[in-house]
């Protein structure tokens, strides 16, 4: 019974980090119709920055130091490392908003096809930096909360837990405050006929930016959450946090349907149930299954869901015409 | 055949024709026999990619043209058919560990008992590298290519049914499964990181001697004194020959065209009786052959191939190929192999040469000084030459990755055509030259 509680937990843990990068996706595709490749290195970036604001006292390449960093060998506390997060979220969405205008703003009215190719090239040519930086032992990001956990009953609940599902709450929160606000708007009308959504007067290429600069800032919260001590990162940007754990929400994007927010929420929620409940109850066939099994489950989920869904369960089927 | 206006046709059959002029043909011909000269190391040709890829170019040439094979694969699919796929590397494995089965070593009795998958709990490691049939290549090849097109059509009720974006994100997926598969199963792949001895590419009749044996210097039927390299070359030459003609023949046949009717337009190639699914999934199918075969020869060409190497940059590989050459066409997908396989090789050749005049002064000593850093203090520079310590100056290594990167952005951004494009555009100024068209 307590293992069930606790595989629930981390079920739902892991479904909000899934559910937080799975929103980066949703948003860019949305409002530019790219889907995005690079989504890996961004947040593998996004995380450094983090390491960045948290573990040095000035920034690289630049002549004035952090304010409000810590004190060199001491942690930060749990306000100031909010406020930490917050720029790393920032730094995060103007790498999106670069990208963008380098790389994406030029390729508008392409192919589908040809732009998720360049964001393809942008993870193969942002990661030999990331991962240049990490360097073999990697860095950490000072989790004030660190490893500590929650007793209740017996059941063991990582503090991580509640922070990645209060992170998740937080940022579909904004999202849907977002989508009712002027911007939003402007973003679906975009989302749903950009020609028309011109010809009303919106600032196209305004929605890409926005849309780029959330979605990076969304995929290094997920990072920077999916790096803390539960997960095998533990606590530092390192090659555990190698873009390959992105490509696993790509099957909770697909289950949701590439253009549905509410539909990553689900799609979040049951890929993380299938793999941490597969990874916690058929343990016993490590010796058959191989190590590791539980990471392809998700691939296997989004498989046999396509073969009966091919738009998802909540994407919008496309009306094919001559 | 008229000699005088070499682009002028004058029938169908030749307007339908692999070389519609003479030009076409001999420029084709006199092509081959410019690789066989530089392969041969005859006085002058020899030296040209010696020059660009170092005295063992013939290394990275063989890979490349066993990527070629796949990459043409893979032009089917994406050029001819408009399915795009991202999980070509999991056919290469597919081919590889078919003929690593087939063609692998003879164990004894006991290393087969390794053979069996789920023999017990990964106990058996040091046993493998030792099962496989021993059978000769021309049957390991051909099943290479078969079981893959299998294993193809065996996915594609998934593959078809899906478009655009859903089709590439399920082939990631299988990509993923197929790296799984070979951490599962090391008493096929061998060790996930190290591998396992592959199948040589000698040619014989049966288990006995070879026929023409092709992993030893010496002479080749008796007269012709080739070394190891020279001989695989050719082979794999005779084999990217075979593969192309094929392919283009695939192209101008009629399901070659019922192919490119679904590439313009699903819907209206159902219209006009073209079964949708049965052509996608014969694209599938014969796009999945090229990567095993290719597979298979890479994974023997090489002869250190592991389960890790099939993963999704391989498969990206090959979407950079068929983007920076030019997709949907055959002539592009080979010089986009060529382009993109040779291109790290010559800019480490290049690192190399520039360091060399490191001290050399004048124009070429402050290029070599601003762009490669010894690891020294107050040396800057962003390529760093020694290969110790990680951090700033990123290796030649790390820079190839980036250049990569850049490249297929820069291609979709200014050349979508890719290098069939420019080389259309460089023919067209020159068709008219001196006029402007």
Known sequence: MITLIQTISKAVALGSIYAILGLSYVLIFKGTQVLNFAAGAISMAGALFMSIMVADAGFPFLPFSNPIAPDPGETAGMGRWLVLLLMALILGGILGLVLERVAIRPMVGQPLFALAVITLGLEIAIQPFNLDAVAISGRSIGVPWGTETWEIGGAIFPKSYLAAVVAAALSFGFVFWFYRSRFGVAMRAVAFDQEAAMAQGINVGRVFAIAWGLGAALATLAAIFFAMAPWPAAGVVSLEIHPVWVFRVLPVIVLGGLDSVVGVIYGGLLIAGFEIFAG??????????????????PYLVMLVVLLVKPYGLFGTAEIRRV | MSFGRPLLRTSYNQDASIFPTVLQKGLAIGFVLFLS?????????????????????LDPVGLTLCFAIAAL?????????????????????????????LGGNVGNEESWKACVPFHDNLGLLDQQGECGLGLPIWIWLPASALVAAMIGVLVSPAAVKVRGLYLAIV???????????????????????????????DIRLWKGDPVVEMTEDGKWFGFLELSEEQKQFFFLLAMVLLMTWLAKNLVRSRTGRALQAIRD?????????????????????????YAGLAGALFASFTGRVSPVDFGLLLSVDFIAILLIGGAGTIAGTLMGTVFVELLPKSVEKGTAWLSGNLDAGGLLGGIANFLLTSGSAGDFGPVSISATAPGWPMSVFQWNFVIYGVLIVVFLIFEPLGLFGIWLKVRNYWKGWPFSY
């Open chain 1, 280 to 297: 916690q109850y058929l343990a016993r066939f490590t010796g058959v299954l191989g190590p590791g099994y539980s990471t392809i489950v």
């Open chain 2, 37 to 57: 000269a530089m392969a041969l190391d005859l006085p002058v040709f020899g030296d040209i990619p010696r020059f660009f890829l170092g005295n063992t170019w």
């Open chain 2, 73 to 101: 694969g893979l032009n089917i699919l994406v050029g001819v058919t408009g399915q795009v796929s991202l999980g070509h590397a999991f056919f290469m494995g597919t081919g590889a560990y078919t003929a690593v089965m």
């Open chain 2, 171 to 201: 082939t990631i997926g299988l990509v993923f499964i197929g790296l799984h598969l070979g951490r599962m199963l090391p008493e096929i792949a061998g060790d996930f990181e190290s591998g396992r001895k592959w199948p040589r590419l």
């Open chain 2, 265 to 289: 337009r699903d819907v209206a190639a159902e219209v006009m009786g073209v079964p949708e699914f049965k052509y996608k999934r014969i694209g599938f199918a014969i796009s999945s052959a």
